[in-house]
């Protein structure tokens, strides 16, 4: 019983995302950081940019979900390809994960002002787990392996392509292709194992100009992981004079969004968004918080020939 009762908590503490096919991060502002999902984004601007994303999930829960993102990238002075990297952490309770990854793009051009990217990450990824976090009802059957830490690093890869120009865009990336196994505990002569399953991503979007001064954006996200259901997730935002935007995003079985933000001098873009709980877990605690700070540098790339989208994102 005490080996069961073990096994079981740790393997319910490695299992948290998984049971919610979230053995990545999850973002509700997903469109203004999307390289981090998709490695081809990474050339298709004229300039140089820094993006970073706080997460507090489902607040007011103990040990919830909590993701730091930094991410930097942009284009090769003359050629058609780009360079970046970014780290994230993703913290869930006595869980952590810890990544760093770098990347590189090359577009080309396909029809008219329609561009084609593709791109790869290449990364380590970092897995810890803190057993003295742990609390049990009855102590015993941690006692051989209570304060201990097992830390796990695995080599991690990505791939995407990606369709666009000034008014729409279409991606689909693969990321964890190793699918790698990772052996958290040893003990009583058993492993606890799991497996890092390949997410695939597929967004799309377009933006449409109502007047000089407005213009509405709808985006989309599918999230496809084997042995979790099909997550969606649609958003529309109206934007007023490229300074500031407003919007909604819907989750699929898990949240309402609301979302807003300002772009200073199309240098320094702020936002903010609240997600509204629909699942059951509403009745434990309230929605989730979610802050991004981007800074954008001056054009390296001259050529308009390019293809570089100047969106407000």
Excluded at 89 to 108: K, R, W
Excluded at 122 to 134: R, T
Aim: hydrophobic share 40%.
């Amino acid at each position: 019983m005490k080996r069961i009762t073990f096994m079981f908590t740790v393997l319910l503490i490695s299992g948290i995302q998984i049971s919610q096919g979230q053995q990545m991060y999850q973002l509700t502002q997903y469109m203004f950081n999307d390289y981090i999902f998709n490695p081809a984004i990474g050339g298709i601007y004229d300039y140089y940019q820094v993006r970073t994303n706080y997460r507090y999930q489902w607040a007011g829960i103990k040990d919830a979900p909590r993701t730091y993102l930094l991410s930097a990238y942009g284009p090769h002075k003359s050629m058609p390809m780009g360079f970046g990297g970014y780290i994230f952490s993703d913290v869930t309770g006595p869980t952590n994960q810890l990544g760093i990854y770098g990347s590189y793009a090359y577009n080309i051009l396909v029809y008219q002002d329609i561009r084609v990217s593709m791109g790869t990450f290449l990364g380590l990824k970092q897995f810890k787990i803190d057993l003295s976090a742990l609390r049990f009802n009855e102590p015993e059957p941690a006692v051989e392996l209570h304060g201990q830490t097992f830390v796990k690093y695995l080599p991690d890869a990505n791939l995407g392509v990606y369709a666009y120009n000034s008014q729409f865009y279409f991606g689909v990336s693969m990321n964890q292709l190793f699918m790698n196994k990772i052996e958290i505990i040893e003990d009583y002569n058993q492993k606890v194992l799991a497996r890092l399953n390949n997410h695939i991503f597929i967004m799309g979007g377009y933006r449409y100009n109502i007047n000089r001064d407005i213009d509405v954006e709808g985006a989309s996200m599918f999230k496809i992981v084997r042995g979790a259901p099909l997550q969606m997730d649609l958003n529309v935002k109206g934007i007023w004079r490229k300074m500031a935007w407003g919007g909604l995003s819907w989750r699929t079985g898990d949240a309402i969004s609301l979302m807003g933000g300002y772009n200073y001098q199309d240098m320094l873009y702020v936002g903010y968004s609240y997600d509204i709980m629909l699942s059951q877990l509403r009745k434990f605690g309230s929605g989730s918080h979610e802050v991004m700070v981007a800074v954008k540098f001056n054009r390296i790339k001259e050529s308009v020939g390019s293809g570089m989208r100047r969106k407000i994102r």
